[in-house]
């Protein structure tokens, strides 16, 4: 039987590598829809993606794949864990809900828990952005600080509703972190109140934020690229962060 010409050719050794983008289900209105649900990521981590070479498929919560997600990652070079509204459910890390710990998304904590760890037994690249790093944290073991003011004693770091906080970063030299930044202090957009509380085991915090000393960023030594990073690179144009997971993969 011949092959279908429509069908992929093997991931490995692709012009352009497949990097997976989760997303997540939100409530929107727009056109004739009026408060449905829709599968929405903001347009800024696709086309960060692209710009790095890389081709983009979403990944929306699915709940066959959150109990076994070889199938959606035998179709990926790379996965990307994305931030976004909702928290992590506290009880997936052993915590009891926060007064100001937000509402939370369930099926999507499932399902992107599922991917990273998925990933990992493949040793497939992973970069979590923002919730994407807490997720990428409780997947090795470790817990979250649910309300950073509590422990740092202001906002900076979500200081406007609907705006990005600019702050620098400090990132070890010889970290992973630093090499895919392209430097080792960055000046970087920010905009979340929950941070790392308990490192997990086998990660190493290799970034903090100058002004407080707050986890910026966590990566696993032991693997080639599993990266998590508290900011969110996909708003500035010129970070070399998608850059260097789309070329891990190239």
């Known amino acids: 039987m011949g092959t279908l010409p429509y069908l992929r050719a093997p991931v490995k050794g692709r012009s352009r590598p497949t990097i997976g983008v989760t997303a997540a289900t939100e409530r929107v209105s727009y056109g004739v829809w009026e408060e449905i649900p829709a599968i929405i990521s903001p347009a800024r981590y696709v086309q960060a993606v692209q710009r790095a070479g890389g081709r983009p498929v979403l990944l929306p919560p699915d709940p066959e794949d959150a109990e076994d997600p070889g199938g959606v990652l035998d179709l990926l070079d790379a996965i990307v864990v994305t931030g976004g ?33 998925g990933a990992l037994e493949r ?13 990428l944290n409780v997947a090795y073991g470790g817990t979250i600080e649910q309300h950073l003011p509590d422990v740092l004693g202001h906002e900076e770091h979500r200081h406007t509703p609907g705006t990005f906080a ?43 934020a100058a002004e407080d000393d707050a986890v910026e960023a966590i990566e696993d030594p032991s693997c080639s690229f599993v990266l998590g990073v508290l900011w969110h690179p996909e708003e500035d144009e010129n970070s070399q962060l998608m850059k260097a997971l789309v070329s891990e993969v190239t």
């Open 166 to 208: 600019d702050h620098e970063v400090r990132l070890d030299p010889d970290s992973l972190a630093a090499r895919a930044a392209g430097a080792d202090r960055k000046l970087v957009k920010s905009h979340h109140h929950q941070g790392i509380k308990d490192v997990g085991g086998g990660l190493e915090v290799t970034g903090r």
């Open 123 to 135: 040793e497939m690249p992973i970069l979590g952005i923002c919730r994407g790093m807490q997720i």
């Open 85 to 117: 509204a909702g928290d992590l459910d506290p009880t997936l890390y052993g915590d009891e809900r926060h007064p100001e710990t937000g509402p939370v998304q369930e099926e999507r904590d499932a399902y992107e828990l599922a991917l990273v760890r």
